[in-house]
């Protein structure tokens, strides 16, 4: 297990199990994740838990992922990604980590599966073969829409569920999506990495998913332009992401 702060360092020292490893410079949440997972492959591990700072799993969270495991083990011939059940400190859905669906949804016939295409790190069991197959996060998205990436990129590939009864808190101030016609003018900058993610992803996914998105940021372009806050801040933040994101083009490192 690796955490990444250094009030941590006194446990390392009462517990061999536990690695404490701090970066000295802000590289992003992509990029926290990314050296986490491949400290993690490096011990030999078969399954990484992840999860983000915020997070407060209960004390079966981390049993029901490795019993969904078990039995999906025994249903399909591997598996991907388990993501956990992510609700916000009311117990209602943590609206920023509700996973998409799968097609079909139901594809386990066991009970506490339900089939997804991407997820969040909030919480995600991951499988190690998974990784050697098809990489670690990319650390250049930074932050935003790299756990989607990430886990899109395996669930095409390998059979992956939201365990319903793997339950974790997201402790976020307010429960929202990422939103920058009501986000406070101190994150707008961030929204740079936000859209200029979401092209990387929507290219990768075809033509259909790039109409999709083009119609989608068309839409929030006007309603900035027309009812929102900081209008010149906003737009120009989001200008910018277009035009990086048509050359964004990451390399996927691999795990050697």
């Given at each position: 297990?690796?955490?990444?702060?250094?009030?941590?360092?006194?446990?390392?020292?009462?517990?061999?199990?536990?690695?404490?490893?701090?970066?000295?410079?802000?590289?992003?949440?992509?990029?926290?994740?990314?050296?986490?997972?491949?400290?993690?492959?490096?011990?030999?591990?078969?399954?990484i838990?992840?999860?983000?700072?915020?997070?407060?799993?209960?004390?079966?969270?981390?049993?029901?992922?490795?019993?969904?495991?078990?039995?999906?083990?025994?249903?399909?011939?591997?598996?991907?990604?388990l993501?956990s059940?992510?609700r916000?400190?009311?117990?209602?859905?943590?609206?920023?980590?509700?996973?998409?669906?799968?097609?079909?949804?139901?594809?386990?016939?066991?009970?506490?599966?339900?089939?997804?295409?991407?997820?969040?790190?909030?919480?995600?069991?991951?499988?190690?073969?998974?990784?050697?197959?098809?990489?670690?996060?990319?650390?250049?998205?930074?932050?935003?829409?790299?756990?989607?990436?990430?886990?899109?990129?395996?669930?095409?590939?390998?059979?992956?569920?939201?365990?319903?009864?793997?339950?974790?808190?997201?402790?976020?101030?307010?429960?929202?999506?990422?939103?920058?016609?009501?986000?406070?003018?101190?994150?707008?900058?961030?929204?740079?990495?936000?859209?200029?993610?979401?092209?990387y992803?929507?290219?990768?996914?075809?033509?259909?998913?790039?109409?999709?998105?083009?119609?989608?940021?068309?839409?929030?372009?006007?309603?900035?332009?027309?009812?929102?806050?900081?209008?010149?801040?906003?737009?120009?933040?989001?200008?910018?992401?277009?035009?990086?994101?048509?050359?964004f083009?990451?390399?996927?490192?691999?795990?050697?």
């Amino acid at each position: 297990m690796e955490v990444s702060f250094r009030k941590y360092g006194k446990l390392q020292k009462e517990n061999d199990k536990l690695v404490v490893v701090n970066e000295k410079d802000n590289l992003g949440g992509a990029a926290g994740f990314n050296h986490g997972i491949k400290r993690a492959m490096l011990l030999n591990a078969d399954g990484i838990w992840v999860m983000d700072d915020d997070t407060i799993p209960d004390e079966t969270t981390l049993t029901k992922l490795i019993d969904a495991r078990k039995n999906v083990e025994s249903e399909f011939e591997s598996w991907g990604v388990l993501a956990s059940n992510v609700r916000w400190v009311d117990g209602s859905a943590a609206l920023m980590n509700v996973p998409q669906a799968g097609k079909p949804w139901n594809q386990s016939s066991l009970p506490n599966l339900i089939s997804i295409s991407h997820s969040s790190f909030v919480s995600m069991y991951i499988n190690a073969k998974a990784i050697r197959r098809l990489g670690l996060p990319i650390s250049d998205f930074f932050i935003w829409g790299d756990d989607v990436e990430f886990s899109e990129r395996i669930a095409r590939v390998y059979p992956s569920f939201c365990v319903t009864n793997s339950n974790v808190l997201h402790k976020m101030a307010e429960n929202q999506k990422v939103d920058i016609l009501t986000d406070n003018k101190g994150r707008i900058p961030r929204y740079f990495y936000d859209v200029r993610n979401k092209i990387y992803i929507a290219k990768k996914s075809g033509s259909k998913a790039c109409l999709k998105y083009a119609v989608h940021f068309i839409n929030v372009f006007f309603k900035v332009l027309f009812k929102s806050d900081y209008k010149r801040l906003k737009l120009s933040t989001m200008l910018k992401e277009l035009v990086a994101g048509i050359t964004f083009n990451p390399k996927i490192e691999r795990v050697h």
